[in-house]
């Protein structure tokens, strides 16, 4: 092997494993986590800074700042104090899987089926809260989850559309009598 061929395949694994680690940081550090905010011990909903996390994930360790918090821009200069509870547990903070811990082993509120292995990109089960309102977590406000979870009970994905379709279109539904049928022995 030439001095040169040897040099390539040094820049090559070299490359090869920035790429894996820069693929690592990223995969860990995506997404909404919910935090308690040291100020007011309330959930806060926030999201680290990615391109500083991938800046500095070439040395095999990223670093951690926020790039988004819902009491910013007012607490702008509160010097994010809750990072510590991230790089305490980076994944257990995570909406998605907050949201799956709560949704483990809970049947629908409608057909008490079980809700089972959760969809994070279609039929997604939703959620029917203390005052009978049926939500898709999407249309809630991240922070106020810990909340509103804690009232509500699950929806299945079949039940949340059947349901809202009910809704929205009471006129049009008719609600049929369940007829016993009879058996006739012989
Ligand atoms: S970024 Fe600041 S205001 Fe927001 S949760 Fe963290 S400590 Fe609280
Ligand atoms: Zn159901």
Redesign the pocket.
């Known amino acids: 092997m030439t001095m040169a061929s040897f040099g390539v395949i040094v820049a090559a694994a070299a490359v090869a494993s920035l790429v894996f680690l820069v693929a690592r940081a990223w995969l860990e550090m995506r997404g909404t986590r919910l935090?308690t905010?040291?100020?007011n011990r309330q959930p806060?909903a926030?999201e680290l800074d990615m391109r500083y996390a991938l800046a500095t994930a070439a040395g095999g360790r990223p670093e951690l700042r926020?790039r988004e918090?819902t009491?910013?821009p007012e607490?702008k200069g509160?010097?994010?104090?809750?990072?510590s509870e991230i790089e305490a547990a980076p994944h257990d903070c995570l909406v998605r899987e907050v949201l799956g811990r709560w949704y483990d082993g809970k049947s629908c509120a409608f057909c008490g089926r079980g809700i089972g292995a959760l969809s994070w990109h279609d039929h997604k089960p939703a959620l029917k809260a203390a005052d009978d309102r049926i939500w898709e977590w999407g249309e809630l406000p991240p922070e106020q989850l810990p909340a509103v979870l804690a009232g509500s009970r699950a929806v299945c994905w079949n039940c949340m559309v059947a349901e809202g379709f009910r809704r929205e279109h009471a006129d049009l539904v008719i609600e049929r009598p369940r007829v016993r049928r009879l058996h006739r022995h012989a």
């Open positions: 935090v905010c040291p100020d806060v926030v926020l918090c009491r910013w607490r509160c010097g994010q104090m809750c990072l």
